[in-house]
């Protein structure tokens, strides 16, 4: 794991890049931020009253002095944020509206990073998921081609790394969704040093069985294969078949996964979330993510539960998308 994250520091730690975390009030938040801005990794924005946000620094015993903090009630160039969202939004909402909605931080802090105020975004300590992607779906947007965003886990285990997706976000995705996901998670492979062989998962492999559980994996893979030629992927496989040669070398021997795939595409949420938990709880592998993947810019959210390590190995993260980006 201490490998995983050394490498992502070395990738990062000359770009200086901005990351904001509108919940400046915190506690585990100002921690974090604190520790990433004193080592230089990278640069924090809080959203805040600044005076709120110092005196809580104060009490929990941090140092916040080198970071940046911005208070949506009191910010220089809210207007032209403003006029920006409008424009954004394309008539859904009116500058009344507007002024209202970016009051909000989480709205505040997605806007800083689409005025390239910030480079990427980090929340979710105390809102809900749906609180943080909503307004990056509204205002950063998914890449072009990409229709959803999705969620993926990179699995460590001393020096095994294996990239988890869709464990997040898409509760059943369809064949175009697959897709996507299985693209976007071989990009997300490599910001993390994995070259991607990417594994389309089912309980079928290779028309074992037939079903439009398998049909809907099988039309995944020619979609897959349509958006990235040169990507290294097939399907469907159980998961046996895209892990272990000798049952790959049974089940699918003209596969190009020869048993050694490091991507793994789950067929909906259910699997995908089962399947990662399983992973980290009897395989001893450590989850790292959920990381946020398709938008045009890095937004990624944490849990509730989370601890100031949680929030700085995520900052660390986002900057790394930030930087491949």
Known sequence: ??????????????????????????????????????????????????????????????????????????????????????????????????????????????????????DGLVSGAAHSTADTVRPALQIIKTKEGIKKTSGVFIMVREEEKYVFADCAINISPDSTDLAEIAVESAVTAGLFGVDPRVAMLSFSTKGSAKSPETEKVEEALKIAKEKNPSLVIDGEFQFDAAIVPSVAQKKAPDSVIKGDANVFVFPSLEAGNIGYKIAQRLGNF??????????????????????????????????????GE
């Not at 009030?25 to 921690?31: K, M, N, Y």
């Not at 931020?33 to 809080?46: C, N, T």
């Not at 045009?296 to 930030?322: E, F």
């Open 1 to 118: 794991m201490s490998n995983l994250f050394e490498q992502l520091t070395e990738k990062i730690s000359s770009e200086n890049k901005k990351i904001v975390f509108p919940e400046g009030l915190d506690e585990r938040i100002l921690t974090a931020a604190s520790k990433l801005s004193a080592e230089g990794i990278v640069s924090p924005i809080l959203i805040g009253n600044k005076e709120q946000v110092e005196q809580k620094a104060k009490e929990v015993g941090v140092d916040v002095s080198r970071c940046e903090i911005l208070d949506p009630t009191n910010y220089g160039e809210f207007d032209a944020m403003v006029q920006a969202f409008v424009e954004r939004r394309k008539g859904k909402a009116t500058e009344e509206k507007a002024r209202e909605i970016l009051l909000d931080e989480n709205y505040f802090g997605t806007m800083l990073v689409y005025l390239n105020k910030a």
């Open 286 to 323: 450590e989850a790292v993510g959920p990381i946020l993947q398709g938008l045009n810019k890095p937004v990624n959210d944490l849990s509730r539960g989370c601890d100031a390590q949680d929030v700085y190995n995520l900052a660390i993260i986002t900057a790394a998308q930030a930087v």
